[in-house]
């Protein structure tokens, strides 16, 4: 069977100093999956979505995007890569003097080389995609921190990305602030956007994600259904620590 991944990453190693960050690990997506990466602090998974993106430069391994090997010593098919690979951060990486509107509009106009007026519509475009319209004129300094992050994901959705990554989108949020961007991604996934995504959000992630993958030590531990990982994981590790992230979210499974 041909293989249908339209994002594959195989045996991605990285270490900063003597310090072993990913051990090895390989993982693929099919068009419209949502696959969550979980795991406790240090488990690599930024790390992973860094690499995937080239933010971080692998030590090892190689990455298909549509089924061609990236060469990324090529700068050219590199650059090309990393429009097709978008990257939500947990801080948001807005530019402070950028109007919303402008934050996602320079990457158009810089990089997909639109017309200012083409760029400042498909950029609109966005910010109504993600429910900030009446935001567009405001900085980000004048946005909540949920607003930030929709700003951000719209700015990623403009560049027309294959893949998104998403690195904990939530965790710099308080808690009544999480609802509005998970409901925007809930939105992507309804509408067939390919995603990686590091969360805690064990609700969100049982309900949408079409696999689990549980990371320690660098390494992939287990991965499976989400069903499967959450009632019925074969590590122990896994089990104990979805139990403890349930505790602590306070869900049940």
Same mark, same amino acid.
């Given at each position: ?21 990913? =051990?090895? $690990?390989?993982?693929?997506?099919? =068009? ?5 990466? %979980? ?12 690499? *995937?993106?080239? &933010? ?8 298909? &995007? ?6 990324? +010593? ?12 978008? %990257?939500?951060? @947990? ?8 109007? +919303? ?28 995609? $993600? ?16 607003? =930030? @992050? ?15 990554? &998403? ?10 602030? #999480?609802?509005?961007?998970?409901? $925007? ?7 067939? %956007?390919?995603? *990686?995504? +590091?969360?805690? @959000? ?6 949408? +994600?079409?696999? #689990?993958?549980? %990371?320690?030590?660098? @390494?992939? $531990? ?22 403890? *992230? ?8």
């Amino acid at each position: 069977m041909a293989d249908e991944s339209i994002l594959k990453v195989e045996n991605i190693r990285k270490a900063f100093g003597k310090r072993h960050v990913l =051990k090895g $690990v390989s993982l693929s997506i099919r =068009k419209g999956e949502l696959k969550v990466l %979980m795991g406790p602090s240090g488990a690599g998974k930024s790390t992973l979505l860094q690499c *995937i993106n080239f &933010l971080v430069t692998p030590d090892e391994g190689e990455v298909w &995007l549509e089924g061609s090997r990236l060469n990324r +010593a090529r700068k050219h098919d590199l650059y090309a890569y990393r429009q097709q690979v978008g %990257m939500i951060f @947990q801080d948001f990486n807005l530019f402070d003097h950028l109007c +919303a509107l402008d934050n996602i509009e320079i990457g158009l106009v810089r990089v997909k080389g639109l017309h200012k007026d083409a760029a400042r519509e498909r950029a609109m475009g966005e910010l109504e995609r $993600v429910g900030l319209s009446d935001h567009a004129h405001h900085y980000p300094a004048q946005l909540s921190g949920g607003q =930030k @992050q929709r700003v951000s994901i719209a700015r990623a959705l403009a560049m027309d990305p294959k893949v998104m990554l &998403l690195d904990e989108p939530t965790s710099a949020l308080d808690p009544e602030l #999480i609802g509005e961007v998970l409901a $925007v991604i809930r939105n992507l996934v309804a509408n067939g %956007m390919t995603m *990686i995504m +590091a969360t805690h @959000q064990i609700g969100f992630s049982r309900a949408l +994600a079409d696999e #689990i993958i549980f %990371m320690e030590d660098g @390494q992939i $531990v287990e991965q499976g259904p989400s069903v499967k990982m959450f009632s019925d994981a074969v590590s122990e590790r896994t089990r104990a620590f979805c139990a403890k *992230i349930s505790e602590l979210y306070g869900e049940t499974f």
